[in-house]
């Protein structure tokens, strides 16, 4: 098997709008296409930020809640590769969103932080 790449991430948010504020206005990502899936009662969004990482957003009614902490099995989080991971944290909280500390990766002597989305899903932020 020879894999060329991740194609993209797909998120459930349990409000709609909010998400897609959060992932274009505040995040940056263009809009690439919208559709509403009348058979589902779903939106679906697909969304490109900097450097061709694509997110798929969708709505569903009711969405259950996904537990992120204590530290639950399944995908943990995304983590976006960025030159300077304090200046970036500085415009995440300059635009109101919430982020943990930065810190040092200890194996890797890399800095990186935690940001979360609306729906309190953790996002890293990781020096390239």
Same mark, same amino acid.
């Given at each position: ?28 990502? +263009? ?5 509403? #899936? !009348?058979? &589902? ?6 969304? %490109?930020? /900097? *450097? ?35 200046? +970036? ?5 300059? #635009? !109101?969103? &919430? ?6 990766? %200890?194996? /890797? *002597? ?19």
């Amino acid at each position: 098997m020879r894999f060329l790449g991740v194609h993209h991430v797909a998120i459930i948010a349990t409000d709609y709008a909010r998400s897609k504020i959060f992932y274009t206005d505040i995040l940056g990502g +263009t809009v690439l296409d919208e559709n509403y #899936r !009348g058979d &589902r009662d779903s939106w679906k969004l697909d969304i %490109e930020l /900097t *450097g061709g990482i694509r997110i798929e957003l969708f709505s569903f009614p009711d969405p259950p809640v996904r537990p992120s902490r204590p530290e639950a099995a399944g995908l943990r989080h995304l983590a976006l590769a960025v030159e300077d991971v304090a200046a +970036t944290l500085g415009a995440l909280r300059a #635009r !109101g969103v &919430r982020t943990e500390e930065l810190r040092t990766d %200890e194996h /890797t *002597g890399k800095h990186m932080a935690f940001f979360f989305d609306p729906d309190d899903l953790p996002l890293e932020l990781y020096e390239a």
